[in-house]
């Protein structure tokens, strides 16, 4: 049985959409990865919203280590924080890297911070995005300049990734 809350959740959230499905649920973490994935009936209900064809892909934005491997173990995603100045949760990045899972990348640009940097948002996202086993990366911004830049910089990630595939 999938908890009343998970299941009204998901279809407001189709409804506002429009849609029939959900491409990607992520659960957010307090920093609890564990005991939220192993102890609480969150993940558990949207794989079977999953399965019902309600929701494509599911997964975890960790704050751990531990909590980010155990998510790509149980879903198709985790979402870890990694920039040039946090690179603590790169082992997560090298187990979806070799299982074929995804990864997204939060707080690609440090908070902001790297913006105030010669260079920075650019340089930034080329650091996150030649990353092999990251799939994305959630940027924001309030300055057209910078979307510009970060926009280039992600083109220039995907050509050179395309002209330097991975030895198979």
Not at 101 to 113: E, F, Q, T
Not at 116 to 126: D, Q, T, V
Request: aromatic letters at 2%.
């Amino acid at each position: 049985m999938i908890p009343a809350h998970t299941r009204e959740s998901v279809e407001r959230s189709l409804r506002r959409l429009k849609t029939d499905y959900l491409d990607l649920v992520l659960i957010h973490s307090d920093g609890n990865d564990l005991e939220i994935l192993e102890h609480t009936d969150c993940l558990e209900s949207l794989m079977r919203l999953k399965e019902e064809g309600l929701i494509r892909a599911v997964g975890m934005s960790t704050k751990t280590v531990e909590g980010g491997k155990r998510a790509l173990a149980l879903s198709d995603i985790a979402m870890v924080t990694y920039n040039s100045s946090h690179t603590e949760e790169s082992p997560v990045i090298d187990l979806a890297q070799r299982t074929g899972k995804a990864i997204i990348v939060k707080k690609a640009l440090n908070s902001g911070h790297i913006a105030h940097e010669p260079g920075g948002n650019e340089l930034a996202l080329e650091f996150v995005l030649s990353k092999a086993g990251v799939s994305s990366a959630i940027v924001g911004t309030i300055n057209p300049a910078h979307l510009r830049s970060n926009a280039h910089a992600a083109a220039n990630c995907q050509a050179e990734s395309a002209s330097n595939p991975a030895p198979g």
